[in-house]
């Protein structure tokens, strides 16, 4: 058995699929209509198809549940927080912040109130680190991460 895919439902699939291309880059890989397949899997159904699948009313369905989210690492953090101040209509889950572990993150909605988080790769926060002095064991300690991995980030 492979996993294949994870499923957002959508109320209006154009305005979806602009979302996900502006401020994620996402592409269309396959557009049957009522589903879409974005690069990276990401998969798009509309609701009024997704409600006849699974023998639902329009209540069963419901938006904004704080339950789950899409993730994603960005390598230029910077330019990606920079790039969607100037999107409108962008609802913010919260700003950027910084994890303990250093990684820094931004979550906010889709249009259908789906929770995307852009993550700074994790990889680039270990360079970030090393770059500013750490050494390969302050950096593994500062992120939890194994010492191999801090080693593979600095080749």
Not at 2 to 24: A, G, H
Not at 27 to 32: A, G, P, R, T, W
Not at 68 to 76: G, L, T
Not at 104 to 129: A, L, Q, S, T, W
Request: with cysteine; net charge negative; glycine share 6%.
């Amino acid at each position: 058995m492979k996993f294949r895919n994870p499923l957002l439902i959508v109320t209006d699939m154009e305005r979806s699929k602009t979302f996900y291309q502006e401020v994620l880059a996402l592409h269309v890989i396959m557009d049957f209509g009522a589903n879409v397949t974005l690069t990276g899997g990401v998969c798009l159904q509309t609701k009024d198809s997704w409600k006849e699948f699974i023998n639902a009313e329009n209540d069963d369905i419901v938006f904004g549940g704080k339950d789950s989210e899409i993730y994603f690492e960005e390598d230029d953090f910077d330019q990606f927080i920079e790039k969607i101040k100037n999107i409108e209509d962008i609802q913010y889950v919260h700003p950027a912040i910084e994890h303990k572990w250093g990684q820094r993150v931004v979550r906010f909605y889709d249009p259908d109130k789906h929770i995307i988080e852009v993550g700074e790769n994790m990889k680039v926060v270990c360079k970030r680190f090393l770059d500013s002095g750490m050494t390969v064991e302050e950096v593994a300690k500062r992120m939890d991460v194994p010492i191999k991995f801090v080693n593979v980030c600095n080749r």
